[in-house]
């Protein structure tokens, strides 16, 4: 593992007043209550006093940024694993959650405890209240992060951007590089200048932009939006990571992505702050003249370099709870929260390997989306090409709203039964989870069948809690 000198850094806390103690239950009542409080201020006046009266945590945390649509929480996820790797301290900040607000804190792969998190949220909402402030559910939760990271001194905090826009507080940071991953608006088409803009939203000069988008005609708009930001542009992915099948090709993209971002954050940045031992999977060596000594080959043959193939086939290539295959299930599970047209085409392929890595002996897909989520003419069309080939079952399940999660209104569960029903397809629809389930496993075989539940963060949080996980 790659070491580094490193000493804490000295901060200075923000002056808070004592302010009111509230529980962990109050402070979770909050979130729920004002994720709507100040959603369309582009001035980002709230969030800027906030960080400010906590010590301008912004300034004293190195951060990366995470943006784009699909595959945020994976490539965070790989990236943390790999600058850990390196031996660096790194926060992370998922969103949205599943269960617990707590999951959208970790640290060293850890996430926050409930005590921790009380803490971090009575000093946020005292510093907004001495300064008069009513902050929304988004400004607090990125507080609360920045701040635990500030006081556990990390190298680095990995932020999932939750949604790309002007208005979002997160914008207020200065990442050391901002990653995009797929980008979609859900059409097939080229991305409007008002989607790059927006995704770009985050880059400040300086920054580091690498994108892992495949259009090469988006890219070249991104490329030129993020220059003139002051952005500096990276080279694009054009790899998949090596992960072992069958997820190189469900999430090799992710990997892919958060190896670049880690590979810039030490050879540009940490490179420059600390001084690193030569076991680093991603710092570039300085080369060497003439040929290696004798001894030298010999140390090389004793103790060999660890690669970064290596650390891949010994990574696991979920993000549990989130996206994950529980094969020791039965019958096996694959979890997905796949909610747009792009995220669907790579979860069907991913299904499709699946079954050629194992024979499947039936198939049921929990399908549990939003209102007008995804452009349902076209969702049609692409679950009636994955059922010409695979055979299984369609189970069309109610999802709840809920703001914490940006799931919005269930969709009309009957209708979509039946326009999935006119594309002959085999579907039925449930009135809720657990009847859903029972239909799925019915129509599967109890050990080498497949269960599939996705369509929002939410459906994945109502298979934990029908095993009865409180907490993942």
Known sequence: MRQFNNTPQAHTKGVTAPGKQRSYNEIVDFLDTNWETNKNDLSLATIKQLD?????LTQKVNTILVTGTNGKSLTAHFSTRLLAQEGLSVGTFFAPHLLTYNERIVLQNETVSSKTFSDLGNEVLNAAEAAGLTPS???VLLMMALLHFRNS???VAILEVDESSHANPITICAPKIVAITRVTD????QLSDETIQSVLSVVKPGSHVVCADQSKINLHAMQIAAEQLGGVWAMP???????AYPFEQLHGRCAALAERIAQIYVNSIVSNETSAQGNSLLAKQKGQRGRPTLEAKRQSELNPKRTLEQFWKE???TLPARFQLLDKEKPIILLDNASNLDAFKNLLLGIRLLHYQ???KGL???LGCTENAVDMTEFLKLLRYFFKKTSGLVVVCPVEASPAQQTGRSWDVEKVTNDIKSMKIKAVSAANFQDAFKAAQDAVDERQGLVVITGCASIIAKYWHHKGIKKV
């Open 358 to 360: 194992r024979s499947l």
């Open 137 to 139: 559910s988004r400004e």
């Open 153 to 155: 001194n990390v190298d």
């Open 186 to 189: 859900g059409t097939e088409k």
């Open 52 to 56: 400010q009266a906590l010590g301008s």
């Open 315 to 317: 990574t696991l290539s």
């Open 364 to 366: 049921a897909i929990i």
């Open 237 to 243: 992915i054009r790899k998949l990571a090596a992960l």
